[in-house]
């Protein structure tokens, strides 16, 4: 009996405001607990939320990146219940009418472009975060009230790597609308999983399974990997009652799931109306405007890529993690210079000077135009690719453009009279390498060719070296 996995998430994703959602502490991150608190995120008596535009405004970006309706009233409603990260007892959030409902996300996994399904895009505040000792629990405050989307799929994902390709694209998506910085080291995403199993060809889902605040993309992996494996064998042994409605959490240390809490029915969480935060008219013109901000997004950008240019999906992956490396990429095509050429200087190259100098590509000295100056050399066969690597870092390092280094004493011998001549000098010097080669011992090809770069100084073309060797050592 087979089994098919069926799986939706719920991401939390806080974004990256100047203050918080309903109050005017500051949103950032600082080590320094209960550093960045206002009375309102300490529910003190007297205080009233008053929503941050910026936070709407972000939220509706996504939504709008997502696909999704947008309802014409913006509304708060209270999810009631008490908690120690919760100081006020309730949580405002949206529930009657979230921000965006039925969008989706266009993924791409072994170069097929998946639609996952997204039920709904709420905007609501964070809760204070919790240190848990032996025998006491310390509170941060800091976190409460920052401003957080929560996205919530449809039952429609059926394999960790299409998870993981959900929750990359979804990521890269934030990053490009400037909507949060999304790290998952900080706590800025974190992520709920709801896992059942069913027999193949079955429509009916089998009993779900909720995992937990899951906190990297590697433990979303491992959480799905194992709880699969746990339900198929379960169901392979005829022991249905071992998968319950229950709530689990992923174990880092031992790579399993752990059973928390049972859930045999929907908590109630007396959901009303926010009585202190007037519903407030979204305009069609607001929305138009917003629309305009949303740029080209990562699945449109790695489809084009792989699509149409055909880079291989590490290249595509690559590109896209930075939306300015993408636009770079974009620049260095638009100019004339060959995808698969852009892509390789770029994540070999360029990536490779940016995280060793820790900069940005926005602080990389040369520009596309630059590039393309030493690309341009290198099709032409005017200099060798170690040639030209030579001129990309001395470029660098003198901060002047590469036209300023195509030199007499950087440019590649392509000449090919002045090499003939050379390789006879070097022919007619090493008379017994050449009647050793001539009676079978052909490695010794390697050798000439290296006396040929040693009196150039490596700059004979290495491809009408080896023509022209072959032609004199057959002669």
């Known amino acids: 009996m087979k089994y098919i996995p069926t799986i939706g998430l719920e991401l939390h994703c806080e974004l990256n405001t100047k203050s918080k959602v309903f109050s005017k502490a500051i949103n950032h991150y600082n080590e320094i607990p209960n550093s960045h608190i206002a009375p309102l995120d300490m529910a003190y008596p007297g205080t009233l939320p008053v929503v941050n535009k910026e936070a709407v405004h972000k939220a509706l970006k996504m939504a709008l990146a997502l696909h999704c309706e947008i309802p014409k009233i913006l509304m708060f409603d209270r999810k009631n219940y008490y908690y120690p990260d919760l100081p006020k007892g309730y949580q405002i959030t949206q ?6 409902i039925n969008g989706y996300l266009e993924i791409i996994l072994n170069r097929q472009v998946k639609k ?7 905007l609501e505040e964070d809760t204070a975060s919790m240190d848990h000792y032996d025998d006491f629990s310390l509170l941060d405050y800091n976190r409460a009230g920052v ?48 896992i059942s199993m069913q027999e193949e060809n079955v429509e009916k889902l089998g009993t779900k399974v909720e995992i937990k605040n899951i906190n990297s993309f590697a433990n979303v992996k491992n959480a799905i990997d194992y709880e699969i494996k746990r339900q198929t064998a379960a169901l392979e042994n005829g022991k249905k009652e071992e998968i319950t409605q229950e709530t689990r959490r992923y174990d880092d240390e031992t790579k399993t799931t752990i059973s928390m809490r049972q859930k045999s029915e929907s908590i109630d969480y007396k959901y009303f109306v926010e009585p202190n935060i007037p519903k407030i008219k979204i305009t069609e013109e607001y929305i138009t405007e917003v629309q305009k901000e949303v740029p080209q997004l990562p699945a449109a950008r790695m489809q084009k890529y792989l699509l149409e240019y055909n880079l291989s ?57 630059m590039l393309k100056q030493i ?43 002045k090499l003939k001549e050379i390789i006879q000098n070097i022919l007619a010097n090493n008379p017994s390498q050449v009647a050793d080669y001539k009676n079978g011992k052909d490695n010794l090809f390697k050798y000439f060719v290296g006396q040929v770069m040693k009196e150039t100084k490596g700059k004979a073309n290495p491809n009408i070296t080896s023509n022209i060797l072959k032609e004199e050592l057959n002669k």
């Open 147 to 194: 401003p957080l989307v929560e996205i919530v799929t449809e039952p429609c994902l059926h394999s960790s790597d299409e998870v993981i390709a959900y929750l990359e694209t979804l990521r890269n998506t934030f990053k490009y609308c400037d909507i949060s910085d999304a790290d998952t080291k900080l706590g800025q995403i974190r992520c709920d999983l709801n």
């Open 116 to 122: 996952v399904l997204i039920h709904d895009i709420h």
């Open 313 to 369: 999906e590490k290249d595509a992956q690559s590109l896209i993690k930075d939306k300015n490396i993408s636009d770079y990429f974009d620049e260095c095509v638009a100019l004339g210079i060959n995808p698969q050429l852009a892509a390789n200087w770029i994540t070999v190259n360029v990536t490779g000077v940016l995280n060793k100098e820790d900069i940005s590509i926005k602080e990389f000295y040369l520009t596309p135009k």
């Open 95 to 100: 529930m009657e009418k979230p921000i965006g």
């Open 375 to 417: 690309i341009d050399k290198i099709n032409d066969k005017t200099i060798s690719s170690k040639q030209a690597k030579d001129i990309f870092n001395q470029a660098l390092e003198e901060k002047k453009e590469p036209k300023e280094f195509f030199t007499s004493d950087n440019m590649q011998i392509s000449d090919d009279k």
